[in-house]
C-alpha cells in the first residue's frame, strides 16, 4: 500500500509538471502569435505637446483642433468625444499631470462645456504646415487655393493638317 501511494504521488507530480509546462508553453506561443497590425500613420505614433510651448490653437470641428506649439510646429489633436459647444467657446485650457500633454493622460477644458467635465484626448500628432492646410481646407475652415491653367497658345509651324474623310468614302467607290 505504502509503494501505491508513493506512485500516485510521483504520478501527480509528474501531471503537474508536464501541465505547467504546457501552460507555459501556451503564454509563450500566445505572446509569440501576436502580430504587429500595420496601422496608418496617425494611430500608430502618437506626439506629446510641451505645455508652455502651447502658442494658439485653431477648432476644426466639435473633436478635432489643430494646436500650434513653439518653433512653428503644428499637432493635429483629436479628442476621445465630441465638445459640443467648443467651436462657440471663447478659450480652452490643457490639463496634464506631468506638463507634457499627451493622449490618454491630458484632458481639454473649455468653457462652453455646460456639465463641468473635462474630455481626454485620444490623438495628438505632429503635422506640416501641407497637413495643415489639407485640414483645414477639408473642415471648411479655409478655401483651396484655385490653380488656373494657362490658356494654350497658338504655335506657328505646327499645323496639323486634317484629312477629309468624305473624300476618302467618294474615291472608295470609283
Known amino acids: 500500500m505504502q509503494t501505491e501511494k508513493v506512485e500516485k504521488t510521483k504520478d501527480y507530480k509528474i501531471i503537474k509538471n508536464q501541465l505547467l509546462i504546457v501552460l507555459s508553453l501556451c503564454s509563450l506561443v500566445a505572446c509569440g502569435g501576436t502580430e504587429t497590425v500595420d496601422r496608418d500613420e496617425d494611430s500608430a505614433r502618437s506626439d506629446c505637446i510641451y505645455q508652455p510651448s502651447i502658442r494658439g490653437y485653431t477648432v476644426l470641428d466639435e473633436s478635432n483642433l489643430i494646436v500650434t506649439a513653439s518653433g512653428r510646429h503644428k499637432y493635429h489633436m483629436v479628442l476621445q468625444r465630441r465638445a459640443h459647444g467648443l467651436k462657440s467657446s471663447w478659450g480652452i485650457a490643457f490639463k496634464s499631470p506631468t506638463g507634457r500633454i499627451c493622449p490618454a493622460f491630458s484632458e481639454v477644458l473649455f468653457d462652453g462645456h455646460f456639465d463641468g467635465e473635462s ?3 485620444s490623438a495628438i500628432r505632429e503635422i506640416s504646415p501641407e497637413e ?4 483645414l481646407i477639408r473642415h471648411g475652415k479655409k478655401q483651396p487655393e484655385i490653380e488656373y491653367t494657362p490658356v494654350p497658345q ?12 468624305a473624300a476618302d468614302d467618294h474615291s472608295s467607290r470609283d
Request: glycine share 6%; aromatic share 0%; net charge negative.
Open 119 to 121: 474630455i481626454r484626448i
Open 154 to 165: 497658338e504655335i506657328e509651324g505646327a499645323e496639323v493638317e486634317e484629312l477629309d474623310t
Open 132 to 135: 495643415a492646410e489639407q485640414l
